[in-house]
Structure formats: C-alpha cells, structure tokens
C-alpha cells in the first residue's frame, strides 16, 4: 500500500514528465496566441448564441457555462497524453517497476489541469464583462480558487476516462471527443441540467463540474457563501469518488494486462 | 539461494483467430547468483516471454518462476524490488526529459530519495559515461547513448538480478562493443544477469552459461566452451583446391553431413564423427590435396545445428 508521502514523490516527478510534455506541445507564444485565443473565440462563439436568443438570463447562463467547459475540453487531453507511453516504450517499465500506477498517471497529465486552470480563468474574468456580468474586485479569488478545483475535480473524472484509454489506445480521441461532449451536455453548460430526464440529472449531480458550474453561478447571483460551499463540496465529494475509481482501475488495467498477451507494452 | 529458479514455465497466448500459441512449452532453469546467463534463440522462440514473465510483466499459464526466492505470481512487489530490466532499441526512455531527469523518475519510483537518488544518479551517469552529457533531453541522444542510459535505469534500484533483453540490438558495432564492456564490467559486482541475444559472439563474450531455446523450449543450458564440446562431433575440415570428382566422394562417405563451397576455392565438409574427419583427411591426401585444415565449430554454428536450418528465421 503506498503512503501518502510516496504518492505526492510519484506525482511530483511524474509532473516533471508533465511540463517536459507540455513545452513540447507548446511555446508560451503558441499558448497565448494559439491555444488562449482559440479558446476565447469558442467561448465568444457559444456566448454570441445567447444573444442570438435574445434572452439576456440565457445569455449569462451561456457565458458562464462556456467559460467553464473550457476546463473540460482542456483537461480531457489527458486521456490522449496517458496512452503515450505506450508509444515510448515506457509502458513495459511502468507495469514491471513498483509503481502505483493510477499514482503516476495522475502527475503524468498534470499540465492539463494546470493550463486549463490559466485558461478557464481567463476565459471566465475576461470575456463576461462584454456580456454584462461585470465581477467585483472581492469575487475574483474565489472565482479562481473556484476554477482550480473544479479544474483539479474534472481531472479526476478524466482520470478514469483514460484508464480506459490506455487499454483501447487507438481509440483515445475518440473516447476523449465523446466524454467531452456528454459532459458539456448534460452538466448545465449550454442547457440547465433540469432540462434532461431524471436519470440523466442524475449522472449530472455525479460529475464534478456541475457542481463547479454551479458553484460559479452562485458567485455570479451573489448567493451566501454557504451554497457556493455546498457546491463546491459536492464537487470535491464526487472528484474523491472518481478519483478512487480511476486508482482502481488503473491497477485493474495493469493487472489485465499480466494476463493477456502483453498488450500494454 | 538461486537469483533465479523456473520450474515447468508454461505460456499460451490465446489468439482471436486460430489456435492458442505456446510460446513457452516446460522451461526449467536455474540461474545461480553472480552468473551471466545467455539465452539464445531465432525469433519466436521464447525469449522475450521468458523475460517478461520473469519481470512480472506477463502471468505464466503453468509453472513457477522466483526471482532471489520471491515468487512472480504471489510475490510480485519482492520481484520489482529485486529486478532491472533493459530493454534493446531506441525506446524506453522520456526523451524529453534529460538524462538526469529519467534516472531520477526512474529512481524514485523504485523509493530511492533524497541525497541517496542524487548520488546514485550520479554515480551511474558517471559509470556509463553520460555524465557530461547529462543535462541535456534524451530525445537528441544516438542509439548507444540511449542504450547506456537504457542500462543506468535498469541498474538504479541497485537490483539483485538485471534483465538485458536484446540489449545491443541495432547498435553500431563499436556502440555495441562499449555497452559489452559496461556488462562485462558488472560481472565483478555480483549482479545476476539473465541477457537474451542473437548474437553469438556477445553471447559468447559476456557468458558464464548459455541456454539455447527453441519453439519454447530449452535445448540445453551450458557454458559456451561445453556448448562447443558437445558438438565437437560437427568437426568441419576445411580445403583448397579440391576437385569436383573428390567433391562427390567426400559427400557420400558415412559421417559427412555436407560439403559445401564457401568462394575462393574453399571446401568445407561438415562431419558428425571423429572416424568421419579421419576419413575426409584421408581421401583428401589420397587426391593429394595439400591446403587442408580442421576447426572447431562457432557458437553460432552449434547453434544452427541444434535448432536446424530455420536458423534466425521467424517461426510461422
């Protein structure tokens, strides 16, 4: 059983591998021009839909719902980045070393939720005002520490995507483009979540990010502190449950793979 | 205590279309602690199965496998405790990170911290001569390079027994002849090493013992002198200048397995039986050739002998 100090070693230098990953992917010129911009334009693109509607409620429901979504898109690049070791030959170390591998996996695609977390909380303090929500001075810490864990909370979720992925690695984009589309759908993005039938309300309250979302809304309607907290625990409380899933998995897939033909090699 | 006991080592692949695959078919081998052990075989044998098994990475179908006493199926943390693993090729490695960095990713995973992964990193940067090179990402190193480092992994948890699986493949023969002489040097440490290759001259080199498998089972496990001892009835007589007439004689006296020509007016006859050889000198006399000479077969020769003349081809 690893201990918590062996844990965060393992993240800690699994996340060197993190930010050697992402200097790769990009230059802080191609993030900020490229990656950012894209992003915003997206953003900006869901949001001028609501002022098609002509609604101005919907129109900051959008607003808020498309900035948050963008640390989902973001984050589920995990997914794709947890099967690259499989492309590396790292992959046959990993399974014959003493690795905890939900563990490792979890520094090893840190730079997603780190960069989604710069850019979701650009996205959300920069682009609402030209849609009338201007924020106080006081709610912009709590609308990033908001963001950081719900970024944090979507990458556990992520997490357990991926341990799928590593198995069906040539499907990773596509198990990757679909998580990302359910949950923009159902968690109250683009559409409250009432609108769905129950049971899909359901699997709603499980992900992390309507509860993120809802969470940011609250700051937005100027609601006690005590229902953004509420939020926000029910946030936590589901990312610890899917994070226990993912560590659980990804130990199931390693142990799979003992039997098989060797696949994760 | 053995580094490493098999005992009746099974494994099936089951396979979508087709039959099952027994790439392991009742291995049984012990190697001692402090030995280099070679495995030889073509493609397909076995090889690289038996290393996976023995490094955890694959379950046995039957059988057991220990490694310094720990069992592979029941004990599997004491295994990667106890075991480094090198793998051949260019992969293997983050090569985005630096040298420095992937030892140190690598030793903390095997819970080596602290001013202990600092020195130890060093010391293995410095011994398979990357220190110098060793801030710089991996990505750009050359194959022997990597290769080095590939082996400085596998020796960072300071490991019992150490698996080079196909380490030179691909290398450069003077690559390959420094990362002979980096093994040769772990010899003296006390390292088990279990080294799968084609190569029978490096087989040769760096063994204590050779085990030769074929079509997943093991041939025989000697040292590579025994090995020739043991085929020493394959005597081959080698001569110049023999007529086509003799030629035909020599192949049809009892013993010779074949004659062949190599170029340059060279004839090699292959026998299976020292009273064979007497008779091929004598018949090369009787036609008064003089250039004749005997040798011991090759490693590499033994080898083809025992598996037959699919040699290094790929089984079917």
Sequence with gaps: ?265 | MSALEITGLRRVYQRKRGDPLEALRGIDLVVPEGEVHGLLGPNGAGKTTLCKIVSTVLLPTSGTVRVLGHDVVTDTAGVKSSLGIVFGGDKGAYDRLTARQNLTFWASVYGITGTRRRRRVGELLERVGLAERAEEVVGGFSRGMKQRLHLARGLVSDPGVLILDEPTVGMDPVAARDFRALVGELRGGGTTILMTTHDMAEAAALSDRVSLIDQGRLVMTETPETVGDLVSAYERVDARGVPERVREQLAVLPGVVSVTGTGGGLTRVETEAPEATLAVQRALVDAEVRDVSLSRPTLEEVYLHLVGGRGMGVDP
């Design chain 1, 1 to 265: 059983m690893i201990t918590p100090v062996q844990a965060a070693r393992t993240v800690r230098h699994a996340a060197v591998i993190a930010r050697a990953d992402l200097g790769v992917v990009y230059s802080w010129r191609t993030w900020l021009f490229g990656w950012l911009i894209r992003l915003l334009c997206q953003m900006v693109f869901y949001s001028l839909v609501g002022v098609l509607v002509g609604d101005p409620e919907y129109t900051v429901h959008i607003v808020l719902g498309a900035a948050v979504m963008t640390c989902v898109a973001e984050t589920m690049l995990a997914t794709a980045s947890t099967c690259w070791d499989r492309h590396q030959g790292t992959m046959g170390l990993l399974t014959a070393s003493p690795v905890e591998p939900g563990v490792f996996y979890f520094g090893r695609s840190l730079q997603w939720p780190a960069s989604a977390t710069a850019t979701t909380s650009i996205a959300l303090l920069a682009v609402p005002p030209f849609f009338g929500i201007a924020w106080e001075w006081h709610q912009v810490p709590v609308l990033v520490g908001i963001v950081v864990l719900t970024c944090l909370s979507t990458y556990c979720m992520t997490m357990l995507v991926a341990s799928f992925a590593l198995v069906l690695s040539e499907a990773r984009n596509i198990i990757s483009a679909i998580s990302t589309t359910c949950v923009i759908a159902i968690s109250g993005a683009m559409v409250p979540v009432e609108f769905w039938p129950v049971p899909v309300q359901w699997i709603a309250q499980a992900l992390p990010v309507t509860h993120g979302l809802a969470a940011v809304r609250a700051v937005e309607a100027g609601a006690p502190a005590s229902a953004v907290l509420a939020s926000v625990g029910l946030m936590l409380l589901a990312a610890a449950c899917w994070l226990s899933l993912a560590l659980v998995s990804f130990r199931q897939v390693f142990a799979r793979a003992r039997t098989g033909n060797g696949a994760l090699d």
